[in-house]
């Protein structure tokens, strides 16, 4: 734990003294829109995560960008550490990184991320959250996900018929 705290504040560290930030742009494309309002308690030291399942979208759509707002309630959002990941958990954006004071309660609302740009849009989206610090309990209250996303190519242009290569035989 102590050294994916330490490798997560290198990393963000880092992009704040490169002057990055969260991958961000204006979105483009239809938007789909899904929400969970169901409570979830956030342990202390480990990952829950609360899901929402984006479905009915065609097949052939890829995700341009995505909108996400999240509420939490916690003594202490200072010891929170808050990611949006994909279904197969191989790309995530971080939300909040122990920001804050003990204001009690947090929403947030991030916009125009990248991270998920080509990706398939039906799929479950997933919130996770920890406690990095034990001693105070909260739960992810609610929150909701608008993914914007147009028409993958379906045909690449070196397939298109009028320049098809001829196949020879035994090559």
């Known amino acids: 734990r102590d ?45 829950v995560h609360s899901d929402i399942d984006i479905e009915n979208v065609p097949f052939d759509m890829m995700v341009t960008c995505v909108d996400v707002h999240f509420e939490i309630v916690h003594p202490l959002a ?31 609302t991030v916009t125009g991320v990248t991270e998920f740009a080509g990706e398939q849009v039906n799929q479950a989206w997933g919130l996770w959250a920890t406690d990095v610090v034990p001693e105070y309990e909260g739960y992810i209250d609610s929150w909701w996900i608008k993914i914007y996303y147009e028409q993958r190519d379906t045909v690449p242009a070196h397939d298109e018929r009028s320049e098809a290569v001829p196949i020879e035989a035994g090559v």
């Not at 003294?17 to 169901?38: I, Y």
């Not at 954006?93 to 929403?107: S, V």
Request: aromatic share 8%; proline share 4%.
């Open 78 to 108: 200072a010891d929170l550490w808050v990611d949006l990941k994909d279904q197969g958990q191989t790309h995530q954006a971080t939300l909040w990184f122990l920001e804050g004071g003990d204001d009690g309660r947090i929403a947030r």
């Open 3 to 47: 050294f994916m705290l330490s490798e997560k504040s290198q990393e963000l560290g880092k992009r704040a003294r490169a002057g990055f930030a969260l991958a961000t742009a204006d979105c483009s494309g239809d938007p789909v829109t899904g929400s969970n309002d169901v409570d979830h308690p956030i342990p202390e030291l480990k990952w």
